[in-house]
């Protein structure tokens, strides 16, 4: 077949030019990994802006590379991680969702999505996209090492929308099929909270002790130790109290006026000292001061990471952020930070409490006007009226799921709730005052039912009580004011 040379001209010149641009396409290639390379030997030594500045030329150079996926998850971690700007992370993790998904680094970039989605949640209605994520790396990478910490965060989705059951699987999952992971642990944790949810409380310590005895060196390990200790002290030996005296042991006079109390995470109690107008971290024995001077305060609280919320009759301060207005609230007399980190207010004037959401303007709840609140590790928190003499324990949307009236189980009623406190694994304690009672400490389980009480009385303790906590071992925590020490019950 003859062809004309006319058309053969801009075929050869094709050829031609074919061997220029393979070469042209490995020059980028060859550039792209070295600009990656130069961008790691550069983060580790923390010469952050020199190392952005590699990565994304390599991006530029060759935005389809083999290294595209790994640069845009590092990317994003470093928002995250070191500028602490997780809106800024989102662009990469998006574009290594929609041109990366099956790359290996798109499960641990779609594992950080949902949870950064999942810290955006104010209630358990706003999961559904982080849920997705996690579905996503279940699906996709089903061996992957991002599976099994995928597993755990969905289990923990589940649980917060109230689907205990299905919870209860991801965790189990999680730790069967993932033994050797990190967030094996983590999950029988996890299981076993959700079994106690269930009733199971039987199946909750078995779980916790095979957590003990299979992963003894795990920080879990050392968790599920005072969750045991504490259900089965309250649930099931409810011994009497015992006034075990000034605590720490020797300590006389030793504070300014404590007024408030209040328990952080990792189980260091913190001190409200009203002559000094200050909070203090009582870590061992050493009393630590937080914050500056908070003159006018009526509530301190402390948030899942540690950090230290203070109210005062003019808004709430909080550790370097600029101090927030709380409204027309003017009659502070409680609060509590669920651990979505929504701030529930109530107003001894408003016949409702006022949840703040952060950055997320406040929304109004009914309810009866509250002196007392405390959070539930549920989500929700329990509230005490004593306009109506009940106590309330409501889920995160608010509504009551169970409802205690005052003096229900007891010898006989009281009148006011002075402070509430809760543990970890569901417990509430009140502090009591009034009526038939009189003044002393009730503890309630998760369910309103009463398991231990004790009057003041007779346990000989003489002061003026305004504050307490519930600590890791089961102990209550008295905040005595008048002869400026604590107490403790056992």
């Keep these: 077949m003859f062809v004309p040379s006319s058309r053969l001209r801009p075929l050869a010149a094709l050829i031609c030019v074919l061997p220029v641009l393979a070469q042209a396409q490995l020059q980028d290639g060859d550039l792209a990994e070295r600009l990656f390379r130069t961008g790691e030997r550069a983060y580790a030594t923390k010469a952050f802006k020199d190392a952005l500045d590699a990565w994304q030329q390599s991006l530029q150079a060759s935005p389809r590379s083999e290294f595209a996926p790994g640069i845009l998850l ?81 289990g923990r989705a589940w649980r917060d929308q109230g689907q205990w059951s299905r919870a209860l699987q991801q965790f189990l999952d999680a730790f069967r099929l993932h033994s050797g992971s990190a967030a094996a642990p983590q999950a029988m944790l996890e299981a076993a909270e959700t079994l106690d949810l269930m009733g199971d409380l039987p199946g909750c310590l078995r779980m916790l002790q095979r957590l003990r005895m299979q ?121 509590a930070l669920d651990r979505w980190g929504n701030l529930w207010v109530a107003d001894a004037k408003t016949p409702a409490i006022t949840v703040f959401a952060t950055e997320a303007g406040s929304r109004a709840l009914a309810s009866p006007t509250a002196n007392a609140l405390a959070p539930l590790p549920t989500g929700g928190v329990v509230v005490a009226s004593d ?19 005052y003096g229900k189980d007891l010898p006989g009623p009281f009148r006011r709730v002075l402070a509430l406190s809760a543990d970890g694994v569901g417990q509430v304690a009140a502090l009591v005052d009034g009526g038939d009672f009189g003044q002393g400490v009730v503890i309630f389980g998760p369910d309103g039912a009463v398991l231990r009480q004790a009057t003041f009385k007779a346990l000989g303790v003489n002061g003026n009580i305004t504050s307490l906590a519930l600590d890791h071992s089961g102990g209550v925590i008295l905040c005595d004011r008048r002869n400026d020490l604590l107490l403790r019950l056992n």
């Design 215 to 335: 992963s003894p060196q795990a920080p879990e390990a050392q968790e599920a130790a005072w969750r045991m200790a504490v259900r089965v002290k309250h649930r099931l030996q409810k011994p009497p109290f015992r006034n075990d005296g000034p605590w720490p042991a020797g300590q006389l006079k030793w504070l300014k006026t404590p007024t408030l109390l209040a328990l952080a995470p990792d189980g260091d109690l913190l001190i409200f000292q009203k002559e000094l107008d200050r909070a203090f971290r009582l870590h061992g024995n050493e009393l630590q001061p937080l914050g500056p001077a908070a003159p006018g305060t009526v509530a301190m609280l402390a948030d899942p990471a540690g950090a230290i919320w203070i109210l005062t009759r003019n808004g709430l301060l909080r550790e370097n952020v600029a101090p927030q207005p709380l409204g027309a609230l003017g009659a502070i007399s409680g609060a």
């Design 387 to 405: 306009a109506d003499r009940k106590l309330l324990f409501l889920d995160v949307e608010g509504q009551p799921r169970v409802i205690v009236p």
């Design 74 to 154: 590092r990317l994003a971690r470093h928002q995250v991680e070191i500028e602490h700007k997780p809106d800024a992370a989102m662009p990469y993790l998006d574009r290594l969702r929609s041109d990366y998904i099956k790359a290996p680094e798109a499960a641990e970039g779609l594992l950080l999505r949902g949870q950064l989605l999942r810290k955006q949640a104010r209630r358990p209605a706003d999961l559904k996209d982080a849920m997705a994520e996690f579905n996503r790396v279940i699906d996709l990478f089903p061996g992957g090492p991002s599976c099994a910490e995928a597993r755990l965060l969905l």
